[in-house]
């Protein structure tokens, strides 16, 4: 019987965000082998912990940085550790590094680069037993993101001058037995051209039962109310939906007078209740029990994004509920999808009111459901998470053999 341990920044559970979603399909895979302890620093609102899928549970506090004192010394080791690679407090680290040691995992499992920082101190053996899935490519167009809304000139400096540490870090850690990524384009920005044995794609999957048998009725006949979902304290989110806002949905809501914005997502900010509020045809649901039911009610889903990492599980959760998408390219990145056959791509407003009209031919309308539903139900299913993870673990077995 194995024993894995899990290294999260918040408690997984709910499954009510991505994040969440892909660290529990982490969980399951890795339960039927054996136990699952999980270690997290945050909770979430409407979090809950102590579920018995994890036979333990360790919440182990993160370093603040506060003062000036503090964050001068942050930016003096910036080479060592660039933002945004968290650490352990003190007495959180000790503990850590002792429970690694003292149960003697076989599999230790990091989400998310951030988290990996008190890993370097731990013995060869275990770093053998270490893997890091990279998830977002901290380093890519979030960061980039950051750097160009930067104000001021030393600011820029200091962030591309991290971005540099911050890429040599990502490749450090590649030194680990096994890295994990959500698409071939994320392997390929932090391995580069030389493929290395020991990273691997294992793909952001969606898998809700309850979406299986739900009556979502016939987006065709909605009228033209587009759905956008997220996160909404995520940059990277806010900036998409801005961007949508002002430079597309008032002319749409002048073309189509019908139409509504449907914004629907957990956590929404001062920036998007106002955003929501002064726009006319704008209609913010926060922290949803039932997504299902804004799907029901809308012809499209839109996913705006400028920047982000990983791959979009909403856009998985849209095609399962049966509307079509339309997506920057950036949004759709790293999904296995055609643009024009599963999924609409546009990068400004004359894009976007081109591939719109598309959706008034009941066949097309209904073709690009079927296409998008059979290639996600192919390409990222439980099953191919299994089987992308079981290739994982027959290297990371015979390394350690």
């Known amino acids: 019987m194995k024993k894995t341990l899990i290294l999260c920044s918040h408690y997984p ?115 053998k037993r270490t893997i890091i899935d990279y998830d977002d490519v901290v380093s890519g167009s979030l960061y980039e993101s950051s750097m160009a809304s930067a104000s001021g000139s030393l600011r820029k400096i200091r962030l591309r001058w991290n ?18 990524f959500c698409s071939k384009e994320d392997k390929l920005r932090v391995v580069g051209g030389n493929d290395r044995s020991n990273t691997f794609v294992v793909p952001n999957i969606y898998h809700n039962e309850s979406f299986e048998n739900y009556n979502f009725g016939d987006g065709f006949e909605n009228g033209n109310n587009l759905l956008f979902v997220g996160t909404l ?9 801005k961007w949508f806002i002002d430079s597309i949905f008032a002319s749409f809501k002048q073309k189509y007078s019908d139409s509504k914005l449907l914004v629907v997502g957990r956590f929404p900010n001062q920036e998007v209740k106002k955003l929501c509020e002064r726009n006319l045809g704008i209609e913010l649901y926060a922290n949803a029990p039932d997504i299902r039911e804004y799907y029901k009610y809308c012809r499209v889903v839109i996913v705006p994004l400028l920047a982000g990492g990983g791959t979009r599980i909403k856009i998985l959760e849209a095609a399962l509920a049966n509307r079509p998408i339309l997506s920057t390219p950036i949004g759709a990145e790293g999904l296995q999808l055609k643009d024009g056959e599963d999924i609409l791509l546009f990068s400004n407003p004359y894009d976007f009111f081109t591939k719109y009209a598309e959706l008034f031919e009941k066949i097309r309308y209904s073709s690009l459901i079927r296409s998008a539903k059979s290639a996600i139900l192919s390409k990222y299913s439980t099953q191919h998470f299994n089987e992308s993870l079981e290739k994982v673990i027959d290297y990371f077995d015979s390394k350690n053999s």
């Open 233 to 241: 304290n995520y940059e990277p989110n806010i900036k998409g939906l």
């Open 13 to 127: 559970l709910p499954e009510n965000i991505g994040t969440n979603i892909r660290t529990m399909n982490f969980v399951r895979f890795f339960k039927q082998s054996g136990s699952v302890d999980i270690v997290y620093s945050f909770i979430l609102p409407g979090a809950h912990v102590g579920n018995p899928i994890f036979s333990n549970e360790y919440h182990l506090a993160k370093e603040s940085v506060k003062s000036f004192q503090e964050r001068f010394k942050r930016w003096v080791n910036i080479k060592n550790r660039p933002l945004p690679i968290s650490k352990y407090e003190y007495a959180s680290e000790k503990k850590l590094l002792s429970l690694i040691e003292s149960n003697d995992y076989d599999y230790i499992v990091v989400r998310y680069l951030v988290n990996t920082w008190s890993l370097f101190k731990l013995p060869v053996k275990y770093k």
């Open 163 to 180: 971005q540099k540490f911050l890429i040599n870090y990502e490749k450090k850690a590649l030194n680990f037995n096994a890295s994990l």
